[in-house]
């Protein structure tokens, strides 16, 4: 087996080759509409997309937060982690040390039952090992799991004493990977603590979401780079762990309802600033509306290019900081400093490789625009963007400047949408979480034939 910081190495790269995909994947949504409004020049654009989401991937950490801590359970124990079953078995059995007389206190009584039958000379049914695998998932989340006498002589960092002391005042999935930390220093032999499974299903949901990624783009499909991800961690986490591993609350809030509301408000907004400057601007020549709106738009697809690295540059920032948290290195999903430099910098110099095929479908196939349509979509999305990365929600930027630029041509009239497009476009969107969620748990199941993960 590979050791963990040789999987935390191949994770961290190939986190930042997403990064890069996701880069020139989605150059198109900052871009697509001064480009195809010839507003500015191909490259003129991409320069600009490539410099702003840089500075936009610098601005908040709130998504990577999400991403990192909020979608799946990287604390619970698996069976997998039980590095020596049998000894941890025999400990339970008969405990000569406090914790572990702690821990026997608080096994379920069908554990104790099948501790009862245990002998050291054979190794624990799987039944056993589950059943203490899940005992052990039961007692992270308890809040009186420390005591000065109790993990005495156990090797705990002065601030890890110092959380354990405040148990009671943390939140739930804090209090979890601090009572797994300490229980694993107090069975350093018994619990793997290297979570190098964890490793492997970060990897594989990053797989599953750059094949899904290089397979859209190839077809100048605009699919959502985040989702793709995220039915990347589904995927891996369910064929790993069970559906347990997901944390499903979090799914539903953070992802699929913004995955629905995020394209819908772009499209009424879009709808309502188009509509707007319709009426304001009835009386005004045709000419100098456009040429104001040249100047306009400038501004709005830099907005649109900020926000757009607001919110997708952290999508890798939370996967690497993830499996910093699950490999022990960082206590918490806090974003390291050289993880946000290294994901803006990469995502700035993927923007620069551009996205044509999904320019053309972007810029030229939904609607014919013109400036002004332009920057109403643009506007529209750059405040979608910016409000859902406030609030740490992983959205599609290119759902949200897909729903901004329907609404801005629906504002005129339905019939000038071409519709069968947007059918085609929504056809990927639902496709892309169970799609990704498929390469990713294959993936996993291929790492494991190599002996990774299990």
Same mark, same amino acid.
């Given at each position: ?20 995909? *996701?880069?020139?994947?989605?150059? %198109? ?14 490259? =003129? ?13 610098? @601005?908040?950490?709130?998504? %990577? ?42 096994? !379920? ?87 190098? =499974? ?24 605009? !699919?959502? !780079? ?24 979090? /799914? ?23 509509? +707007? ?33 607001? *919110?997708? #540059?952290?999508? =890798? ?73 406030? @609030? ?8 949200? /400047?897909?729903? =901004? ?9 339905? !019939? ?23 390469? #990713?748990?294959? +993936? ?11």
């Amino acid at each position: 087996m590979l050791e963990l910081s040789m999987i935390l190495v191949l994770v961290v790269v190939v986190s930042l080759a997403f990064d890069y995909i *996701n880069g020139f994947h989605d150059t %198109a949504n900052a871009i697509a509409t001064v480009v195809s409004t010839r507003v500015l020049s191909p490259r =003129s654009a991409i320069i600009m997309a490539a410099g702003l989401n840089f500075l936009g991937a610098l @601005f908040s950490t709130h998504v %990577a937060v999400t991403i990192a801590s909020g979608l799946i359970d990287t604390t619970r124990f698996q069976v997998v982690d039980l590095h020596r079953p049998s000894a941890l078995a025999a400990k339970l059995k008969s405990p000569t040390e406090a914790v572990s007389r702690y821990v026997t206190e608080q096994l !379920s009584p069908a554990t104790r039952r099948m501790l009862q039958e245990f002998t050291p000379e054979v190794a624990p049914t799987k039944e056993l090992q589950t059943a203490m695998v899940n005992d052990f998932n039961r007692i992270i989340t308890q809040p009186d799991l420390y005591s000065a006498e109790r993990f005495k002589g156990v090797a705990l960092k002065p601030d890890t004493v110092k959380k354990a002391e405040a148990a009671n005042t943390l939140k739930p999935e804090k209090l979890a990977n601090l009572n797994r930390t300490m229980l694993e220093k107090a069975f350093p032999h018994e619990l793997d603590s290297g979570m190098d =499974s964890v490793q492997v299903v970060i990897l594989a949901a990053i797989i599953g979401a750059i094949v899904w990624n290089l397979i859209t783009w190839k077809f100048g499909i605009p !699919s959502s !780079s985040s989702h793709a991800l995220i039915g990347g961690l589904v995927g891996a986490a369910v064929i790993h762990g069970g559906i347990q591993t997901v944390l499903w609350q979090g /799914i539903v809030r953070k992802v699929l309802i913004p995955l629905v509301g995020s394209p819908a408000m772009g499209f009424i907004l879009g709808f309502l600033l188009m509509g +707007s400057i319709f009426r304001t601007l009835a009386h005004v020549h045709p000419g100098r509306v456009s040429a104001a709106f040249r100047h306009l738009q400038i501004f709005s697809a830099a907005a649109m290019a900020f926000t757009h690295g607001l *919110n997708d #540059a952290q999508k =890798s920032m939370g996967i690497i900081t993830m499996a910093l948290v699950s490999a022990r290195l960082i206590a918490e999903p806090v974003v390291p400093t050289w993880v946000v430099f290294s994901c803006a910098t990469v995502m700035a110099l993927g923007t620069s490789v551009g996205g044509w095929r999904i320019i053309k479908t972007m810029g030229h196939k939904i609607i014919r625009l013109e400036p002004v349509h332009g920057f109403a979509a643009e506007t529209s999305s750059a405040i979608v963007l910016f409000v859902t990365s406030h @609030f740490g929600m992983p959205v599609s930027t290119t759902h949200v /400047i897909s729903g =901004s630029i329907f609404g801005v041509g629906s504002s005129k009239r339905l !019939s000038a949408v071409r519709w069968g497009v947007a059918q085609n476009m929504v056809v990927a969107w639902i496709l892309t979480l169970p799609a990704a969620a498929s390469v #990713a748990a294959l +993936s996993y199941e291929l790492f494991t034939l190599f002996g990774l993960g299990r």
